[in-house]
Every structure is written in C-alpha cells, then in structure tokens.
C-alpha cells in the first residue's frame, strides 16, 4: 500500500452523503465506496454493494456462511486470502488487502432490486476516477453486469462476444491492461472457484505489469 494512503476505506474521500439517486437514498445503509490499496495492480468491479457491505461500508463484504446447508460458499474475500493477497485475520470491516481495489458499478443497494441503468450512469463518475487514479494492470469485472459495463467502456471487444460463464477467468486485452473476469463467487461451482483461482496464479506469476503508468485510456 502507498505509504502515503491513511486509510484503505474510501481513500479518495469521495461524497458520503451523496443524493444523485433518490430511490437510493431511501434504502441504502450507507454509501459504499471503494476500498483497498490506492497503489493496486488489480482492481475488482461488482454490480452493486451486497447486504453485508451495505452494512459495514466494505464492498464485497459477506458473512462466512449464509447457504441454507450450512455449508461455506465462495466469497471474494475468501479467494484473496487463498491467493495470499488478504490476511485471513483481519477483521470483516476491515480486511487487510494488499495490491488490490474493491469497488462497485453503484455505491448504493437496493434490497429488492437490481440498480436500473441510470443509477449506473449516476455512479460511473466515481468508478472511473477510481480506474484513473489507480491506473490498475488488471481489471476483474465480477459478475455479468460489471463485465458488460466495463468490456464496453475499455475494451474494443464486441459486447456481444463478452458473457459470462463463458469469460470466467478468460485473459481480455484491454485499452491498457487486461479485464480478467469472474462468475460471481456465491454463483460458482466448486470448479469454476478453482479453474479462477489457478489462471490467477499463473497470471501473478506472470510479467503483467507491462502498462503501468499509461494513464490514456
């Protein structure tokens, strides 16, 4: 993390009390903006905050176990740890990531719906500062909405050639970096869950920092 970097909870101080989407405003806990490492390399992308995220301003935050069998499902906190880039230790709301940026497309949650295509466009100016100031090498666009979104605004690749499962853990070139996307975690299969998680190691150990400090996108 920057040495300079106070805080890994909204580092850019952008607006908690924000307004732009007043169905919003109603429901939401809190505004969840990003978190993590300022000076990351890989930069994850979700729809929208998850319950638990709406609750503790964390986006991506899950509780441990929510399946109706008991059994633990994959979280992305759970395959960071595992690929050595978030202290299992470290608390829920405040997870100790390291070279990596958790966002969303909204900062926002409604509990009964998806954000509508306006709310997105009401947020997309602080995602994109996000990826400017971050400049990432590696953008993982998680779930099918975050992929459409950002395959259309950085990548050259048709829209209608990006969908998911069929991109899961697939390299994308993109205008700078690459896009590597995932199904979303409590969505995958055990395989998908492994079949991710291995292309990531090999792209870690990999020379993928060949872009930064390009900032034209």
């Known amino acids: 993390m920057d040495a300079n970097q106070r805080s890994r909870s909204n580092p850019y101080g952008m607006d908690e009390e924000c307004q732009n989407c007043p169905a919003l405003c109603e429901t939401r806990t809190q505004v969840v903006h990003g978190y993590g490492d300022v000076d990351a390399d890989f930069l994850f992308v979700g729809e929208r905050p998850s319950e638990r995220a709406d609750q503790l301003g964390v986006p991506f935050a899950e509780p441990a176990t929510d399946r109706s069998d008991g059994e633990e499902g994959a979280t992305l906190r759970r395959m960071l740890e595992r690929l050595g880039l978030c202290d ?9 990531v390291e070279n990596v940026y958790l966002t969303n497309l909204t900062r926002c949650r409604d509990p009964d719906r998806r954000p509508t295509a306006d709310e997105i466009g009401n947020c997309e100016p602080y995602l994109n500062a996000e990826i400017r100031m971050i400049n990432p090498e590696i953008l993982v666009p998680v779930g099918e909405r975050a ?35 995932m199904v979303a975690p409590r969505e ?6 492994q079949v991710w998680l291995e292309g990531f190691v090999d792209l870690m150990a990999s020379d993928y920092r060949q872009t930064k400090g390009q900032r034209d996108r």
């Open 88 to 96: 299992s230790t470290s608390p829920p709301d405040a997870p100790q």
């Open 147 to 181: 992929l459409a979104e950002l395959g259309a605004t950085y990548t050259t690749t048709p829209v209608d050639e990006l969908s998911l499962p069929a991109a899961h853990a697939a390299r994308i070139r993109g205008r700078g970096f690459e896009l590597v996307p």
């Open 188 to 193: 995958q299969t055990d395989e998908q869950t």
